[in-house]
């Protein structure tokens, strides 16, 4: 018999959970991946709740707009990796845990090394490439996947790949098929979020793992539940097997999926430009800089440059007469996306790059400088 | 449009701002109501969405009826 932890005594002492089910999260394993919004939540409950063994997974470095949603992180840590903060914030928090981080974002080769070694899997990132490429590998390798996505006030948890009592699974792809383009939706970095509501779905996110990880039952399988933080309003649907819902049939197939291309993102030919390499290059290079966002947003740049806004560029690709072009926009999406439409128009000798980042990150990295 | 045979319409995330929350439609089956809403809002046709009739995701031609409630569900990608 284990000795009774203090630490965990209002667990010990709730009905329905008592010393059993404490003893079931700390035999546990979850891996979190994405560290932000979703993140930040969800590993503070499953670290203070006592599974035994937690992976961090994420490959960005905490900035300045994150902390008004991303809770594990203070202001003297802009610039470090989320993972490595993370993982000394929730250490101090629970030292009696095992915990690993990996400062990387997700690809198909770590989700296969990765994912064996952890009961549970939670989705907490944030684009769609990632969340179909964590799909199909949680299918393809047998793991429990509790998920959860954010839209402006509106929020989405569910728990994927779980067996029920007959021993039917569903998954992602039964309730979208097929990957949206990236471009449909935008992500908190354009349309912008009220901190709390990843705060609520993540911490929700962390409720069904130990629910599922205790057996306490009423967990959000064949269930997508959806919350609007503007009315209070929750709308629950029921998911049943989609025919259409095809995941690659075996382990190396997956492995040859490019998800980012199936999503619409990323393109073969294109440079990335930090924000600490810009000046430079801008004076080095001399090349055309295009300005991609819509003519009514700000801030404006104090660099030359032509708008030519991506609606208008999808309509008509001009012809550009630049050996060198630099497309820049908010958030480095829309960026993106209007280089890969101008590197097809153009030679293959001509050099296409785009501000990684957008202007968020050029103002953070300016703003770093002058602090 | 015939009012015994509205059915009323649930919109989330994108959609919502393209529709509005809340409407109502008279349509036989899924399918004549998708061709509809694309027809009545183009900008639909640039988004991907799953249909629920009465809270359960359908996939493929589904019947409507009178007093049935559907719900037009995009996928959300933030975190």
């Not at chain 1, 935008?186 to 705060?199: I, Q, S």
């Amino acid at each position: 018999m284990m000795q009774p932890n203090p630490r965990y005594q209002r667990h010990y002492d709730l009905q329905d959970f008592g010393v059993a089910a404490q003893q079931k999260l700390e035999r546990a394993s979850v891996l979190v991946i994405g560290a932000g919004g979703l993140g930040c939540p969800a590993l503070l409950y499953l670290a203070g709740a006592g599974v035994g063994k937690i992976g961090i997974v994420d490959g960005d470095a905490v900035s300045l707009s994150n902390l008004h949603r991303q809770v594990l992180y203070v202001t003297a840590d802009i610039g470090r990796p989320k993972s490595a903060v993370a993982f000394q914030r929730l250490s101090e928090l629970n030292p009696e845990i095992e915990i690993e981080h990996f400062n990387y974002f997700i690809t198909n080769q770590k989700a296969v090394e990765l994912f064996p070694q952890y009961d549970l899997i939670l989705d907490c990132t944030d684009n769609f490439a990632a969340r179909y490429l964590i799909n199909d590998a949680c299918v393809l390798l047998g793991k429990p996947l509790v998920f959860g996505a954010i839209f402006r006030y509106e929020g989405q948890v569910a728990v994927f790949n779980l067996a029920d009592e007959s021993g039917l699974k569903t998954n992602y792809r039964d309730l979208f098929p097929i990957p949206p383009n990236q471009n449909e939706v935008e992500d908190c970095n354009h349309a912008g979020v009220l901190g709390v509501l990843p705060g609520i779905i993540g911490t929700l996110m962390a409720n069904e793992a130990i629910k599922i990880l205790c057996s306490l039952g009423h967990d959000l399988r064949h269930k997508l539940w959806t919350f609007n933080l503007r009315h209070y309003q929750n709308y629950t649907l029921a998911l049943s097997p989609n025919p259409a819902a095809i995941v690659p049939k075996d382990i190396e197939t997956f492995l040859s999926v490019d998800y980012h291309w199936l999503c619409g993102v990323g393109g073969t030919g294109i440079d990335e430009i930090s924000p600490q390499e810009l000046s430079v290059y801008l004076t080095s290079q001399n090349p055309l800089v295009i300005d991609v966002r819509e003519r009514h947003e700000s801030p404006e740049v104090d660099f030359e440059h032509v708008r030519i806004p991506l609606s208008e560029l999808k309509k008509q690709l001009p012809n550009f007469d630049s050996e060198s072009i630099v497309v820049f926009c908010q958030s480095g999406k829309r960026s993106l996306e209007a280089a890969t439409l101008i590197r097809a128009s153009l030679p293959e000798s001509s050099k296409i790059s785009h501000l990684k980042g957008g202007i968020l990150a050029l103002q953070e990295f300016a703003h770093g400088q002058n602090t | 449009m015939q009012h015994n045979t509205a059915i009323k319409i649930l919109s989330f995330g994108l959609i919502a701002e393209i529709t509005g929350p809340e409407f109502s439609a008279a349509a036989e089956d899924t399918q004549a109501l998708q061709s509809q809403l694309l027809a009545r809002f183009p900008k639909l046709s640039e988004t991907k969405f799953a249909i629920a009739v009465n809270r359960n995701i359908v996939h493929g031609l589904t019947p409507l009826s009178t007093a049935d409630e559907v719900a037009l569900m995009p996928p959300y990608s933030g975190g």
